[in-house]
């Protein structure tokens, strides 16, 4: 079967750093995506990692090792505005997107 | 470039009733998505358009659930007669079509309320 998971929730503070974990096991693998969506609004593209490694965007970096089935968002020096959910998608063998149910990431100041 | 475009935004109905959204691709993308996305939950791939043609409607309630891209541009989605747990945002995504992993840009959805 095909099983994504990640954190339900997470708390960070207005200026820290914070990581998002994404495990998975999916029918083939060609990428991994993240996505930002902020309450009632439409998902946004964040990342794309398709090689193992690290892939620096900004404040915004995600990094993968598809051996160990792992992928991570990292994001630095967090904003109020950063307060969103953040999904994981997996594109699989046959290049369809497979979702995770999201992290709530909640900033305080 | 405007981005990928949804009506309505809000719908709200009474099961048994038809309703129909309406969405509207970025100019030049071949693919289109329609999602459904239940509160707390991961988006679900309903069907997916090249073009005009679909490539994937294997998740769609085909009982109940309807779509069609005539011109390869436009598409609507329709659902007849809805049910409770139909209750949900739809979501409308578009990319170039021009390689497997395109980037999905999605449109803001269409909240759709059962009563």
């Known amino acids: 079967g095909q099983n994504i998971d990640q954190p339900t929730e997470m708390t960070a503070t207005e200026g820290a750093i914070v990581q998002i974990n994404c495990t998975y096991q999916t029918s083939g693998f060609n990428g991994l995506f993240w996505y930002q969506q902020h309450a009632g609004e439409a998902p946004t593209f964040l990342s794309y990692n398709v090689l193992d490694g690290l892939e620096e965007k900004g404040r915004f970096s995600s990094f993968l090792s598809r051996s160990k089935g792992y992928s991570y968002l990292l994001l630095k020096e967090l904003q109020m505005k950063d307060s969103a959910s953040y999904l994981c998608a997996i594109m699989d063998s046959n290049y369809q997107l497979i979702w995770g149910a999201g992290t709530k990431l909640i900033i305080k100041p | 470039e405007a981005g990928v475009a949804q009506s309505p935004r809000y719908k709200i109905i009474e099961k048994r009733q038809s309703v129909a959204f309406w969405c509207n691709p970025i100019?030049?993308?071949?693919?289109l998505y329609w999602y459904q996305q239940i509160l707390g939950q991961g988006p679900k791939l309903l069907i997916q358009f090249q073009n005009n043609g679909v490539v994937d409607d294997s998740q769609l309630p085909k009982d109940r659930f309807s779509a069609e891209r005539l011109k390869g541009v436009d598409s609507t989605l329709k659902i007849q007669p809805a049910k409770l747990e139909d209750s949900a945002v739809y979501l409308c995504?578009?990319?170039?079509?021009?390689?497997?992993?395109?980037?999905?840009?999605f449109g803001p959805g269409t909240r759709l309320t059962v009563l």
């Open positions: 995504a578009s990319s170039l079509g021009q390689g497997h992993t395109d980037t999905q840009y």
């Open positions: 100019s030049g993308h071949a693919t």
